[in-house]
T-cell receptor, first 118, second 112 residues
């Protein structure tokens, strides 16, 4: 059973361009979470999605950021008109159950995408 | 709002020492607490998950404890090795939220 897959692993964009980050959850997992790790800071929650639904986007910046998890295919985190402050590592995690359904429900993390904005 | 703090921020120990990493959280209404390891430039590796009803979990040389009433968890590493050098993160899944709240980590270096 392959783990959580993220691509690309490294992404370089110039200011004003768009960045698309992809996440394929573990097989059988229908709950996806995105986290961001800014340089020298801890991981911060961004958004929680189930198939075709955004459940909690309380950590998403109000502008330029969007996320989706379509019925088919990977989850996508999209950043429009990137700025230097968007440079960070973006991690995706997945779980088989909703977060509070079972106390032993573990979130499994992917290797991350490191975004550099020039 | 859940806040998670880890102390110390950095720790250097000689090989073979036993050590304890500390994690504290402000909201005791947690579902579980996870400990992760992160190597430089890499992703997160899950080490241990403690459910809210549990007091501790063990895996090899690692032992994690949880005291919900005091808002604390500790990660005990026995007989440390240079390969244990990494940043260790704790994260709490709070009952009212769907997200993990992470601490800022303890950077561990085990020297020969």
């Amino acid at each position: 059973n392959a783990g959580v897959m993220q691509n690309p692993r490294h992404l370089v964009r110039r200011r004003g361009q768009e960045a698309r980050l992809r996440c394929s959850p573990m097989k059988g997992h229908s709950h996806v979470y995105w986290y961001r790790q800014l340089p020298e800071e801890g991981l911060k929650f961004m958004v929680y999605l189930q198939k075709e639904n955004i459940i909690d986007e309380s950590g998403m910046p109000k502008e330029r950021f969007s996320a989706e998890f379509p019925k088919e295919g990977p989850s996508i985190l999209r950043i429009q008109q990137v700025v230097r402050g968007d440079s960070a590592a973006y991690f995706c995690a997945s779980s088989p159950l909703p977060p509070q359904r079972q106390a032993g429900n573990e979130q499994f993390f992917g290797p991350g995408t490191r975004l550099t904005v020039l | 709002k859940q806040e998670v703090t880890q102390i110390p921020a950095a720790l250097s120990v000689p090989e073979g020492e036993n050590l304890v990493l500390n994690c504290s959280f402000t909201d005791s209404a947690i579902y579980n607490l996870q400990w992760f390891r992160q190597d430089p430039g890499k992703g997160l590796t899950s080490l241990l998950l403690i459910q809210s009803s549990q007091r501790e979990q063990t895996s090899g040389r690692l032992n994690a404890s949880l005291d919900k009433s005091s808002g604390r968890s500790t990660l005990y590493i026995a007989a440390s090795q240079p390969g244990d050098s990494a940043t260790y993160l704790c994260a709490a899944l709070t009952g009212t939220a769907s997200k993990l709240t992470f601490g800022t980590g303890t950077r561990l270096q085990v020297t020969l």
